[in-house]
């Protein structure tokens, strides 16, 4: 006890040294549109069949949970390969695969999980506690893959009867249920990845309403109606179709023909006009997540291998990246670049979280001229160059055009490498850049926004940060019990990430999904994914 509690008053010091290190102000959402997730469908009549065409903003990834870091992997597996846990539309977690939330014991070591009976993955391999063992310890151990650090500090897997899995801790471990209603809980056929192992991206098999048919590289990836999932009867379409449409004015003029029934992410700058059109709807949600720009400072291995020295002013001095963070007008970009439908975004605590509070949120002020003065004192020459690879869809081009010009008034000079997403992954993964304009859609525990980013030896931690001090921090935060704890904790944490800055938050998109009204029952929540599982088209509509 004494040393945990020494622990906790060393790191209460660091915090109060680091929360002086900039000015800061309360964040604030300065979009003020209204919310709307979407309808299920009910009792509304719907007709049965048809073929849904949905306009996909970017190329996914490999379409395996283990190894995959794309949102837009995740809107493809939410139709076809179902997870232990889920959120709902008010943002709590409940059953999809499991039966119950986890039952956990007094010590917070043994976390039992029961599980469905009685159902069959899309190969007709029966699902149950073996399959869903198979799965955990895959995503636990595999080399390369993504989910290690989301699931804790891992003793041991076991199916203990055909219903119910225990997951044994070397230490308690807060957010694993939040964990497993992401990726981590995506369970996959045992007999599919016994055939194909590593290659299992390229034809998964899961449980779900529908289940993967063809993909075809930079183009579609098309999922047919599952007849062995078990809600069978609450699945309508055919088939739905992902059209990969970078484009966001693409997606706009699909949606205004008819050619797509569905487009994400539309763009801010097209929303007004759609949202007047009376055969379309918008739906939109604020984000767990948040935008910003990864900064390199030992990424150079590839992320989860030890950090390595990397001799640029930006890498080696914490000075460079704070003011890099003060010569970003974080409220004017929002309002300029995205017509005040976004927010801005300070750190990596989602303001609609019951984590949220006015410290765990606040944003640095915008001094160009301090920027300058810590440039000079980092005795770098003005301007300052930075190379940052960006998206090149439309939005990001014009966020990074508008950021150039709000850094170059601190002392930089920011130069535009416009990329292909799959390209950005890649180079986000391996440490090739040395800035990246990208964004993370979210979490409903602080830790799936914060321990993956910056714990030491995480494969999600692209910057290639390590510090012993924030890793003690975000270390007791997962492993504390208490709420109140955790968010001081939390608290602490993004005073951390504030001075040391190895991302540099700048924005929080509203996730906008239009649909065609011909078209009832899609949902999308502060998660980010869409959910096409059990829409249908409407009753009366002809075609």
């Known amino acids: 006890m004494l040393v945990r509690s020494t622990r906790m008053a060393v790191l209460g010091v660091v915090a109060a040294v680091l929360a002086a290190c900039a000015p800061t102000q309360h964040a604030t959402e300065t979009a003020t549109h209204v919310d709307d997730y979407g309808t299920p469908i009910g009792t509304q009549p719907v007709r049965e069949g048809g073929d849904l065409v949905m306009g996909l903003s970017n190329e ?11 949102l837009y992997m995740r809107y493809v597996m939410s139709t076809i390969c179902e997870k232990l846990y889920d959120n709902d539309a008010s943002g709590n977690l409940v059953p999809q695969l ?9 010590d917070g070591l043994t976390v039992t999980i029961p599980v469905r009976s009685g159902i069959q993955f899309a190969d007709g391999t029966q699902f149950n506690a073996d399959a869903v063992q198979t799965s955990l310890q895959r995503h636990w151990k595999m080399e390369g ?8 500090p891992i003793d041991e897997i076991e199916a203990v009867d055909s219903t119910h899995v225990t997951i044994k801790y070397k230490e308690p471990f807060a957010p694993l249920t939040a964990a497993l209603a992401d990726r981590a809980g995506m369970i996959m056929s045992p007999a599919a990845l016994k055939e194909s192992d590593k290659n299992f991206g390229d034809h998964p098999v899961c449980v779900g309403p529908f289940k993967f048919v063809k993909r075809v590289p930079n183009t579609s990836i098309q999922v047919a109606r599952d007849p ?15 059209r990969i449409m970078p484009d966001a004015k693409v997606r706009s003029a699909n949606l205004r023909s008819g050619d797509i029934q569905v487009g994400d992410t539309m763009s801010p700058i097209d929303i007004d006009s759609l949202v007047k059109l009376p055969q379309l709807r918008v739906l939109q949600s604020g984000s767990f997540g948040f935008q910003g720009l990864y900064l390199n400072i030992g990424n150079v291995d590839g992320a989860g291998k030890p950090v390595k020295p990397i001799n640029t002013a930006i890498a080696k001095d914490a000075r460079v990246r704070l003011a890099f963070s003060l010569a970003t007008d974080r409220e004017s970009l929002v309002k300029k670049v995205f017509n005040n439908w976004y927010d801005t975004a300070c750190t990596p605590i989602a303001p609609r979280t019951s984590y949220a509070t006015q410290a765990s949120t606040a944003c640095p002020l915008f001094d160009p001229q301090r920027s300058k003065e810590l440039l000079e004192e980092a005795g770098v020459q003005l301007p300052y160059p930075v190379t940052m690879q960006v998206t090149n869809t439309q939005d990001y081009l014009q966020y990074a055009e508008a950021l150039r010009d709000s850094v170059a008034q601190g002392g930089f000079d920011l130069r535009i490498v416009p990329t292909e997403y799959s390209a950005m992954l890649d180079a986000q993964k391996r440490g090739t850049y040395e800035a990246l304009l990208l964004g ?36 007791w935060a997962a492993h504390s019990t208490s709420a109140a704890q955790r968010g001081a904790l939390y608290e602490q944490a993004v005073r951390f990430i504030a001075r040391e800055n190895p991302f540099i938050y700048t924005y929080r998109l509203r996730n906008l999904t239009v649909h065609s009204t011909w078209v009832t029952g899609i949902e999308v929540y502060a998660d980010g994914a869409v ?10 509509r002809k075609g």
């Open 98 to 106: 499991a039966t119950a939330l986890p039952d956990i014991s007094s």
């Open 531 to 540: 959910r096409l599982g059990k829409a249908a088209f409407v009753a009366d």
């Open 145 to 152: 893959s993504q989910r290690t650090g989301e699931m804790g």
């Open 440 to 475: 993370w859609s979210g979490r409903i525990d602080p830790d799936g926004n914060t321990a993956r980013f910056m714990t030491t030896g995480s494969s999600g931690n692209y910057s290639g940060y390590s510090s012993r001090e924030l890793d003690d921090i975000l270390g």
């Open 228 to 242: 062995l999932y078990y809600d069978a009867k609450n699945v309508h379409f055919d088939s739905i179709t992902y």
């Open 60 to 70: 996914p990834d490999k379409l395996d949970p283990t190894t995959s870091s794309s």
